[in-house]
């Protein structure tokens, strides 16, 4: 199934990759919209979450990101190449594009899903759940051990920082800096 994976991403083409990235994440976006009217009656319920005047932005979410990517880059130099091994959609995401397009991805991404899995998910139906399905919709990783594990444990961490700090903010912050970070790490990587 890996392989297969494989083969789909080196047929796309950079335009359709970006297409199915800036599209999944609209389809998250309106999935968060649909389950938050349902589940909260108010679709903007899970805005409310969100507290960009708090301190613990920096001291939490920033402090938790730097740990996150410092473990990252120290595993990638450990560890074999396969275990980042994603059938080569980060490489494809992040080598072409420039700086400013990174970040907006980043942006974008961090914010849908941060919305959809800690904003509507976590808060109605825990931790546990929002961890798991967020694990799945990463779809890319269910064929590696490692990243499956991997994104299982980062998707329980950023969903504790949340219970801790009750605020969007701070994990859609840490969202984007691990993966601007990692994103910035592979574009300069392969630009050498």
Not at 28 to 33: A, R
Not at 75 to 92: A, H, S, T, V
Not at 170 to 190: A, C, E, P, Q, R
Request: net charge neutral; charged share 15%.
């Amino acid at each position: 199934m890996k392989n297969k994976q494989k083969d789909i991403v080196a047929k796309l083409t950079d335009k359709e990759l970006l297409l199915n990235v800036y599209l999944s994440q609209l389809i998250l976006l309106i999935i968060s919209l649909v389950l938050s009217w349902l589940l909260f009656s108010n679709v903007f319920t899970p805005l409310q979450f969100y507290n960009f005047m708090d301190g613990q932005i920096l001291t939490v979410g920033v402090s938790a990101a730097c740990i996150v990517v410092l473990i990252d880059l120290i595993l990638m130099k450990q560890l074999p190449p396969r275990f980042y091994d994603d059938g080569g959609i980060n490489e494809r995401l992040f080598t072409d594009r420039g700086v400013f397009h990174i970040f907006l991805m980043c942006i974008c991404i961090a914010f849908t899903e941060e919305l959809l899995f800690r904003g509507v998910i976590q808060s109605y139906f825990g931790l546990i759940v929002a961890s798991i399905i967020f694990a799945l919709v990463h779809y890319r990783y269910l064929f590696n051990w490692f990243l499956f594990v991997n994104i299982v444990l980062l998707s329980f961490f950023i969903g504790v920082i949340y219970e801790w700090t009750d605020n969007l903010a701070v994990t859609t912050v840490m969202h984007f800096l691990i993966d601007f970070s990692l994103g910035l790490f592979i574009y300069y990587k392969n630009k050498r």
